[in-house]
């Protein structure tokens, strides 16, 4: 799993936006959406409980879907009820870099479903 830095950093400069999810392949329209590079709550790079590795700072995405169905796919993409996470598709607009990200959470609000994500591969398209 490798992440490109410089793609994610120009999608960050660009304010691109991402225009669906894909999970477990059924496609959710995002509503809003950022993406940003941040620290995360570990004082140092390590393995989170043997299932995922965490290092001090990551890409993440935020993205507000109003679509109910996407309800019954979150417990399914989250560690928790699953002992892996699911990858999420993140899909922007024209840029040619797949992305995927890991759901760390999400709050139900009555604008919507607000989901966490974690940037954890990117890969080029090809053509």
Request: charged residues 20%; without cysteine.
């Amino acid at each position: 799993m490798a992440i490109d830095k410089a793609a994610l950093d120009k999608i960050i400069s660009d304010k691109t936006r991402i225009i669906e999810l894909v999970i477990q392949g059924t496609k959710f329209s995002v509503q809003s959406s950022e993406i940003i590079y941040s620290d995360v709550p570990v004082s140092r790079p390590t393995t989170r409980g043997g299932v995922y590795f965490a290092d001090t700072m990551a890409y993440k995405a935020k993205v507000l879907v109003q679509d109910a169905s996407i309800s019954k796919m979150l417990s399914q993409a989250m560690l928790g009820p699953n002992t892996d996470f699911a990858k999420i598709q993140l899909v922007l607009g024209s840029v040619s870099l797949q992305i995927f990200a890991n759901l760390t959470n999400y709050v139900q609000k009555s604008t919507g479903f607000d989901l966490n994500l974690v940037i954890v591969e990117t890969t080029q398209m090809r053509p």
